[in-house]
Nanobody
Framework: VQLQASGGGSVQAGGSLRLSCAAS????????MGWFRQAPGREREFVAA??????RYADSVKGRFTISRDNAKNTVYLLMNSLKPDDTAVYYC?????????????WGQGTLVTVSS
């Protein structure tokens, strides 16, 4: 599956951004979709994921970020509120039929989020 992420940008701490990730597959609804991020000098880390309904979140973003999907538009979103400088990273969307992030996942190209204090 091909993924196209968008929506990154620069915001001040406390601000909000919404990322979008459009997928190319017709059976998009069957995929476990997720967002990961990689800050400079750090490993890529899990942010959030969604399969059917509800979301799974990293502790560092729980209560601030919300993942959602629109299967009719083949798109997954990440609404990021109360952004902190520590959220600065390149954000990647990913897809896998069973568990996003597992071997065999498809990855988008990444979109940069910069949060200034």
């Amino acid at each position: 599956v091909q993924l196209q992420a968008s929506g990154g940008g620069s915001v001040q701490a406390g601000g909000s951004l919404r990322l979008s990730c459009a997928a190319s597959r017709r059976n998009f609804g069957s995929y476990d979709m997720g967002w990961f991020r990689q800050a400079p000098g750090r490993e890529r880390e899990f942010v959030a994921a969604i399969k059917w309904s509800g979301g799974r979140y990293a502790d560092s973003v729980k209560g601030r970020f919300t993942i959602s999907r629109d299967n009719a538009k083949n798109t997954v979103y990440l609404l990021m509120n109360s952004l902190k400088p520590d959220d600065t990273a390149v954000y990647y969307c990913a897809a896998h039929l069973i568990g996003v992030g597992a071997e065999g996942s498809s990855w988008g190209q990444g979109t940069l989020v910069t949060v200034s204090s």
